[in-house]
């Protein structure tokens, strides 16, 4: 795979950041220069009203790659499924 | 060790059995089971649904365990937690810890609890009375509560 090309990665939306996307899973063909979590954020809040009001206040939604708990400033590197969601209110 | 998410209700002492009978190793068990309160700050809750991120949550409880076991000298671990439509008075977590002794039991419960509160990813959303349905905010209290183990 050559450094300028897309790669097939899986979004999983939980909570009310699925209700505002509106889905629960989608596969995206991620650009190259979407490196981090934080960019593919910025990235994905360009798509539509829904994931713009999903991630209105970016520091408020949590993220994890491959099922781990990850920073904004996470590199996306191999990851295959990143998730985002609200602050966990389990317990 | 186990960790466990289902939408049945459980029941502590058979759970306990499953855990801990027949070991003469275990001389504290420490017990906590969560429920449902029927008001929420004065608004009354009919149902509260619980979402969940299945494998991770497995996967992310199993390593909340793991690290209770390198602080303290355990004999045996559960978490469960239930998922689905729950009412209130019912039943949502539970958590065992044993040990040779009480401390380690009380303190390794109490952290495994304000770690999976954190850390595991389970969600409420809380229906009230009227109908209306709201999701929980997450407790900067519940934030404070596991930085004092850190």
């Known amino acids: 795979m050559s450094a300028d090309a897309t790669r097939r990665v899986r979004l999983l939306y939980f909570a009310w950041v699925r209700e505002k996307i509106g889905l629960a899973t989608e596969d995206v063909d991620l650009p190259p220069d979407v490196a981090t979590v934080e960019a593919l954020v910025a990235w994905l809040k360009q798509r539509g009203e829904g994931y713009d009001e999903a991630f209105a206040r970016p520091q408020v939604v949590r993220a994890a790659l491959d099922k781990v708990h990850v920073k904004p400033s996470a590199a996306i590197g191999a990851a295959r499924e990143i998730a985002f969601f609200p602050p966990v209110t389990g317990g | ?150």
Request: no cysteine; aromatic share 8%.
């Open chain 2, 1 to 150: 060790m186990s960790v466990r998410v289902q939408t049945e209700d459980f029941d502590l002492s058979a759970e306990t059995e499953k855990l801990i009978g027949g070991r003469r190793d275990v001389g504290a068990i420490v017990t906590f089971t969560g429920k449902v309160r029927g008001d929420d700050d004065g608004r009354e809750v009919s149902t509260l649904t619980l979402e969940h991120y299945p494998e991770m949550t497995e996967a992310e409880m199993a390593r909340i365990e793991q690290e209770a076991m390198q602080r303290w000298p355990l004999q045996a671990v559960l978490m469960l937690h239930r998922v689905g439509e729950l009412k209130a008075g019912d039943n949502i977590v539970l958590v065992i810890a044993a040990s040779a002794h009480r401390q380690a039991a009380f303190e390794a419960a109490s952290f495994l609890m304000d770690y999976l509160k954190t850390r595991a990813p389970f969600w409420k959303k809380e229906t009230g009375a009227d109908g209306s349905s709201t999701w929980v905010e997450a407790r900067a209290e519940d934030d404070d509560a596991a930085d004092r183990w850190r």
